[in-house]
T-cell receptor
Framework: RKEVEQDPGPFNVPEGATVAFNCTYSNSASQSFFWYRQDCRKEPKLLMSVYSSGNEDGRFTAQLNRASQYISLLIRDSKLSDSATYLCVVNEGGYNKLIFGAGTRLAVHP | DTGVSQNPRHKITKRGQNVTFRCDPISEHNRLYWYRQTLGQGPEFLTY????????KSRLLSDRFSAERPKGSFSTLEIQRTEQGDSAMYLC??????????????FGPGTRLTVL
């Protein structure tokens, strides 16, 4: 079983749509959680950290359910510029190495 | 630009050759990480330095791979006797860890290696 699992997509949505991505992780001792965004042939960039209480940054909302080992990302009012791969990332603590999922591809069309 | 930089950005080599990549982290960052990313996958951890000390190595890092961070600043990743399976994007990330400060990793643009 992979340490971090995501639906690879692609999710094809029209502009203005709301889209949700889910992710599960296997290590119950994981300590911190993130969503990174990666554009084609570019480096990953931190989108947002994910907290147990849930957190929001503009059109983006992230949720963490530690009991179910489940992380989600909700994007409201999708823009063309949101088209990218979204990587679910877990930090297992210790030396803080990041464990990445394979990513979920989002394509927003006019 | 004060972000993480990596050189070269692209490298094409023949199987069996040695290659070396360089990473310059954000200045004052004390941690430096190497990751490898293949097509359709997320980055995979290779190794990590705290200042000049290499503290963890993934089992992905065979004995053909070696990494250094001699003065706790820039780092090099060398691959000896390259194989076609080494073709990937090699990503470097750095972070600043203090007792009162979280560890956010910032990635460089990567070095894309193609082994023919």
């Amino acid at each position: 079983r992979k340490e971090v699992e995501q639906d690879p997509g692609p999710f094809n949505v029209p502009e203005g749509a709301t889209v949700a991505f889910n992710c599960t992780y296997s290590n119950s001792a994981s300590q911190s959680f993130f969503w990174y965004r990666q554009d084609c042939r570019k480096e990953p960039k931190l989108l947002m950290s994910v907290y147990s209480s849930g957190n929001e940054d503009g059109r983006f909302t992230a949720q963490l359910n530690r009991a179910s080992q489940y992380i989600s990302l909700l994007i409201r009012d999708s823009k063309l510029s949101d088209s990218a791969t979204y990587l679910c990332v877990v930090n297992e603590g210790g030396y803080n190495k990041l464990i990445f999922g394979a990513g979920t591809r989002l394509a927003v069309h006019p | 630009d004060t972000g993480v930089s990596q050189n070269p950005r692209h490298k094409i080599t023949k199987r069996g050759q040695n290659v070396t990549f360089r990473c310059d982290p954000i200045s004052e960052h004390n941690r430096l990480y190497w990751y490898r990313q293949t097509l359709g996958q997320g980055p995979e951890f290779l190794t990590y330095f705290q200042n000049e000390a290499q503290l963890e190595k993934s089992r992905l890092l065979s004995d053909r791979f070696s990494a250094e961070r001699p003065k706790g600043s820039f780092s090099t990743l060398e691959i000896q006797r390259t194989e076609q399976g080494d073709s990937a994007m090699y990503l470097c990330a750095s972070s600043l860890v203090r007792a009162d400060y979280g560890d956010t990793q910032y990635f460089g643009p990567g070095t894309r290696l193609t082994v023919l």
